[in-house]
């Protein structure tokens, strides 16, 4: 049984213009011990996965299908209250945006202590060392005499570290990681994915790591998930959906990373726009945008086909 | 220093200095001093119109707090900047030359007003240097705007929290565009964005440079998208700046010791499950830096000298690069 089992979710916003459907029929699983990959062009839903997956859907976003189950058990469709209790102990949440998660108001020390306090019983000088060595493994220098700055008091990569801290420090089964590495050097990067990379293989910890780095997917997760526009585009082993992308999307996404080796005088694009939640087009969703596109998805939507190593959403692998 | 006369931004010995001290109370309690963190620390750099000069360096090392000095939203401790020929800080008071000079924060949720519809965030900048008159005019910048970073005419309807965290970067680009700068600090304006955003965003601030010559003081830890921008090069390692010249020789051969191991921990797609060379040794503490050459404790090279002697730049090859071993030729 997968640890995380995402099974046709469908999450919905009610609009005064009608309901718009942010994520349609988005199905996947991590294993214990398993890094997921997640990419995809901006917008098309990563983050949404994430808040549906720990119950913290902004409203009036609702789960409108599907289900979620850790364990085996069902989670979409908790109260409140366990759920409160699922999420930072067997959930933790690394969001992409260090500034809402961090309280500006208490000193780092004090957010970290009380998080490790409402999960374990722990003294105030056990709390407060624990503290000190979590800061210590995500990188904070000298981090005994930061302890009691305040958020505002680091660079962005720091708090972007200290963000980390509080994901990890009650020991989460599965941790659901949003850009955990977009403001960090590359160095502090490594320490981070090597981090992640020791907690899935000491402690089982299953981790679904939402970033644009393609490089840092390639280094650190088993599979990939590449979203677009709602929906799933392409999902399987990272050197394959890398190597040979099934999906044009995910081939365009592949084609506009800049390389490091030589220098173009303009980076390739996918040239227009992903369509909007309230103007999708028919059939494929990429279709507009698809210099492979042909009559049929114009007018069918495809579900994940398989596409040699990897299952992608396009009617090129119509015949397996 | 070359180019002088014509340089955009000119900056000068410039040091920022924060105090991070524990409360007064506390510290009278617990016996400790004035804590005092110099976040950039006698940093220069010239920046010559229509170029673009990349920072990069570890994360804290100071390339956020010289943006924000860069366009005068902090105020340097010491040493002096200048905008074409002009203190910053009378530069600043000047709304004809204030206009011209504009900022994309790292962050852009906390850059964005909440309660604003995204068309008044982008039609701010334009009303408030009067750059349109009529309302219809304005209504076209701002849809134009959108459209050059990917959003379109109804997105302008809807508040920032309706949007991802790249859409919101791309609103915060095209707040920047507004105000029709000449001098832009983008301080990492495409890492909340997918790749194929990037290119796109990327392609635009290339183009927008060559049609009418826009100058980029650009943050990225992305080194392949710095080496894709930048003309000039500056390597920062604990608020000083330790190699800076001409980008592309720097790629090829980087001097600086930092320099190279920063060029080593890249992560590339060649690197399918394998991990990167692990960057050795503790990170500084920016309240008490290591005396002599702050990377001495990490640095392979270092010796006695190192240990104690701050080095100062000098021209090796066609970058400056403060490092004793580079100077004395130990670093071959
Ligand atoms: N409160 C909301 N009201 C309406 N639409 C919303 C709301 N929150 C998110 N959306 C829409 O849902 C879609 C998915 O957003 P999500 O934040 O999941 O994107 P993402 O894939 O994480 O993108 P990024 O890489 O830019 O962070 C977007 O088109 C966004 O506009
Ligand atoms: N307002 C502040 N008060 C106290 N210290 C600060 C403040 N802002 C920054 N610092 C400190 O100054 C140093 C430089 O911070 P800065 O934000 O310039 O780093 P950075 O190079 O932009 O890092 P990052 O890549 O993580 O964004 C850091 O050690 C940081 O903790
Ligand atoms: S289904 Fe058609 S339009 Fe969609 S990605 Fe495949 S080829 Fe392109
Ligand atoms: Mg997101
Ligand atoms: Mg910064």
Not at chain 1, 279 to 302: I, Y
Not at chain 2, 207 to 218: E, I, K, S, W
Not at chain 2, 287 to 292: K, N, Q, Y
Request: glycine share 8%; aromatic share 6%; with cysteine.
């Amino acid at each position: 049984m997968p640890l995380l089992d995402v099974r046709d979710v469908t999450v919905e916003f009610p609009t005064r213009r009608g309901v718009l459907r942010a994520l349609d029929k988005v199905s996947f699983s991590i294993e214990s011990g398993e890094i997921l990959g997640v990419v995809g062009e901006s917008g098309a839903g990563k983050s949404l996965t994430g808040a549906a997956i720990i119950g913290l859907l902004e409203r009036p976003g609702r789960i409108a299908g599907g289900e979620i189950r850790l364990n085996g058990e069902r989670i979409d469709t908790l109260a409140a209250e366990p759920l409160r209790r699922i999420r930072g102990r067997r959930i933790g949440m690394i969001f992409q945006d260090p500034l809402t998660t961090l309280n500006p108001l208490y000193t780092i020390g004090r957010q970290l202590t009380e998080t490790m306090q409402t999960h374990d019983r722990l003294s105030d000088a056990d709390a407060r060392r624990k503290a000190i060595g979590w800061l210590d493994r995500v990188g904070i220098p000298a981090a005994a005499q930061r302890i009691d700055a305040y958020p505002h008091e680091f660079s962005g990569g720091q708090r972007q570290r200290v963000v980390i801290a509080l994901a990890l420090c009650a020991e989460p089964a599965l941790i659901v990681a949003d850009e955990p590495t977009t403001a960090l050097d590359v160095s502090v990067q490594a320490q981070i994915i090597t981090l992640l990379k020791d907690l899935t293989r000491d402690q089982g910890t299953a981790v679904m790591l939402i970033t644009h780095d393609m490089g840092v997917i390639a280094e650190t997760a088993g599979r990939v998930a590449v979203m677009y526009a709602g929906r799933i585009a392409e999902i399987g082993p990272v050197a394959d959906v890398i190597r040979h992308p099934a999906h044009p999307y995910t081939a365009g996404l592949m084609a506009s990373i800049p390389s490091l080796e030589h220098r173009v005088p303009r980076l390739r694009q996918i040239d227009g726009a992903m369509p909007r939640l309230d103007a999708l087009p028919t059939g494929c969703r990429f279709h507009p945008r698809c210099p492979k596109v042909f009559a049929r998805c114009r007018d069918e939507q495809p579900d994940l086909l398989t596409a040699g190593a990897t299952r992608a959403a396009c009617w090129l692998h119509a015949d397996g | 220093m070359p180019m002088a006369d014509t340089a955009t931004l000119q900056v000068v010995g410039v040091s920022h200095m924060f105090d991070v001290s524990r409360p007064f109370l506390q510290r009278v309690f617990t016996r400790e001093p004035r804590r005092i963190l110099r976040a950039v620390d006698d940093v220069s750099f010239v920046i010559a119109p229509a170029t673009t000069f990349a920072l990069v360096g570890e994360s804290g090392c100071g390339k956020s707090t010289l943006a924000r000095l860069a366009v005068g939203l902090y105020e340097p401790s010491d040493g002096e900047i200048l905008f074409e020929n002009t203190a910053l800080s009378s530069a600043r008071a000047q709304p004809a030359l204030r206009r011209r000079m504009n900022m994309i924060f790292q962050d852009p949720y906390a850059s964005l007003n909440p309660r604003w519809r995204v068309r008044d965030i982008v039609a701010e900048p334009i009303r408030a240097f009067r750059l349109a008159n009529r309302p219809n005019e304005v209504e076209g910048r701002v849809g134009t705007l959108l459209a050059q970073v990917g959003l379109t005419v109804r997105d302008g309807e809807k508040y920032p929290h309706e949007f991802s965290g790249g859409q919101r970067q791309r609103i915060s680009i095209a707040r920047a565009l507004a105000s029709e700068p000449d001098f832009l600090v983008c301080d990492e304006p495409t890492s909340a964005l997918d790749v194929s955003v990037q290119a796109q965003v990327l392609n635009l601030m290339r183009d927008l440079q060559q049609r009418f010559g826009l100058t980029y003081l650009f943050i990225s830890h992305n080194l392949a998208v710095v080496r894709h921008m930048a003309d000039t090069l500056g390597v920062m390692y604990l608020g000083r700046i330790v190699e800076q010249g001409p980008a592309e020789a720097i790629f090829q051969r980087p001097r600086h010791p930092y320099t190279r191991l920063l060029l080593d921990a890249i992560p590339d797609l060649e690197q399918i499950g394998r991990a990167r060379t692990p960057v050795g040794g503790d990170l500084p503490n920016p309240i008490a830096p290591p005396p002599g050459c702050a990377f001495h404790p990490r640095c392979p090279l270092a010796n006695d000298r190192c240990r104690l002697e701050k080095p100062g730049q000098r021209m090796a090859g066609t970058a400056q690069v403060a490092c004793h071993a580079v100077e004395e030729g130990r670093d071959r």
